[in-house]
């Protein structure tokens, strides 16, 4: 069992739809991050979350620690968010950064 | 521009033949990191440094091989590259926390696609 699973692997959206893409852990974390890779290959961190929830424009991201888990939230989602949305945990020991497989989001329009 | 700056961008290379990646960043950033990007596997990271004279396995290091002379250079070293080895790699970088607790996101290079015939 992967120690980062991302939910779901493949989701297809129209647009304007309110968009979820689950990240469970299975370790003790100090940081969660959620980056974007866009259909070019680049990566492009989009939160970086301890606790809480964080907001940047109509994205949302919360993570609940007790239940190691997070939520990436797209509001009003547009044909231009298609692209892989990856978790990443730094765990609570070492530098490490332990990686989903990622969700590949298309929103049509 | 703050930035990671990855070179070459594309490589095609046969078994064996050395090669090297290198990974520069121009934000005075302490840790510096590798990854490898495969189809079904996501990202896994090969090595990272935490500062000058520091580097450490991550968990794919086999067939690898970094070095850290300066803070702003980490180049990935291929010394006999097999086929096993095409993929996507990708180079990022970030600030040592200045707050106990605190982790800042990491800064990304485009990418090196590289395949090994």
């Known amino acids: 069992k992967n120690e980062v699973e991302q939910s779901p692997q493949n989701l297809t959206a129209q647009e304007g739809e309110f968009i979820t893409i689950n990240c469970s852990y299975s370790?003790?974390?100090?940081?969660l991050h959620w980056l974007q890779q866009h259909p070019g290959g680049g990566i492009v961190s989009l939160f970086m979350?301890?606790?809480g929830k964080k907001k940047h424009g109509r994205l949302i991201a919360t993570i609940n620690i007790q239940e190691k888990h997070s939520s990436l939230h797209i509001t009003a989602s547009h044909p231009r968010d298609s692209a892989v949305y990856i978790c990443?945990?730094?765990?609570?020991?070492?530098?490490?950064?332990?990686f989903g497989e990622g969700t590949q989001l298309t929103v049509n329009p | 521009e703050a930035q990671v700056t990855q070179n070459p961008r594309y490589l095609i290379t046969v078994t064996g033949k050395k090669l090297t990646v290198t990974c520069s960043q121009n934000?005075?950033?302490?840790?510096m990191s590798w990854y490898r990007q495969d189809p079904g596997l996501g990202l896994r990271q090969i090595y990272y440094?935490?500062?000058?004279?520091?580097?450490d396995k991550g968990d794919v290091p086999e067939g690898y091989k970094v070095s850290r002379k300066e803070k702003r250079n980490f180049p990935l070293i291929l010394e006999s590259p097999s086929p096993n080895q095409t993929s996507l790699y990708f180079c990022?970088?970030?600030?040592?926390?200045?707050?106990?607790?605190?982790?800042?996101?990491?800064?990304f290079g485009p990418g090196t696609r590289l395949t090994v015939l």
């Open positions: 990443a945990v730094k765990e609570t020991s070492g530098s490490r950064l332990t």
């Open positions: 370790v003790g974390i100090s940081a």
């Open positions: 979350l301890s606790s």
């Open positions: 934000m005075n950033h302490e840790y």
């Open positions: 440094s935490m500062n000058v004279e520091v580097t």
């Open positions: 990022a970088s970030y600030p040592f926390p200045r707050l106990a607790g605190a982790y800042n996101e990491q800064f």
